[in-house]
């Protein structure tokens, strides 16, 4: 079991690791498959980790989908 101060830890060196794709807008897998992808692995274990600490994850903006890649 881990403890609260581990999860945030957790939580921050996944945002520092993906910073480069969550901090541009959203991929479509038609537009940039790849970065897609670590978008949906990103945002998904963010919201499982400040899931686990009762808090809601912020927003990025990757979120934005009303500014997608074309």
Sequence with gaps: ????????????????????VLDCGPATIEVNAPRGLMQIEATTMLNTLYWVVGTKRPRFTCDDYNKQDK
């Design 1 to 20: 079991m881990k403890t609260e101060k581990e999860i945030n830890t957790l939580i921050v060196n996944t945002r520092l690791r993906y910073k480069h």
